[in-house]
């Protein structure tokens, strides 16, 4: 079955920079798209970076310009390296097909404050 593993998350000052990573297992990766989505407390889980299998990316409002999602399809890994961070940044990240499966992993607790 689909497993999906994120790491790589911490606390980090803003302005800070942190690179998440997702092992992907049970599905053709090379042939999905991946996104990372995140989570706030109380709100919505929400796609934040994507990217097809031609390696197109696509990202919201809110990160573009500052994170940068890619993918290594031999490690079937996808990646989202995070720059300038911002208090706002602060959520659970988690990765999954673009749409997601069901299922979903643990993700990985990113917090951005002084």
């Known amino acids: 079955q689909v497993q999906l593993v994120e790491s790589g998350g911490g606390l980090v000052q803003p302005g800070g920079s942190l690179r998440l990573a997702c092992a992907a297992s049970?599905?053709?990766?090379?042939?999905?798209?991946m996104g990372w989505y995140r989570q706030a407390p109380g709100k919505q889980r929400d796609l934040v970076a994507a990217?097809?299998?031609?390696?197109?990316?696509n990202y919201a409002d809110s990160v573009k310009g500052r994170f940068t999602i890619s993918r290594d399809n031999a490690k079937r890994t996808v990646y989202l390296q995070m720059n300038s961070l911002k208090p706002e940044d602060t959520a659970v990240y988690y990765c999954?097909?673009?749409?997601?499966?069901?299922?979903w992993g643990q993700g990985t607790q990113v917090t951005v404050s002084s």
């Open positions: 999954n097909s673009d749409p997601p499966y069901g299922v």
């Open positions: 049970g599905m053709l990766f090379s042939i999905t798209a």
């Open positions: 990217i097809n299998i031609r390696r197109t990316t």
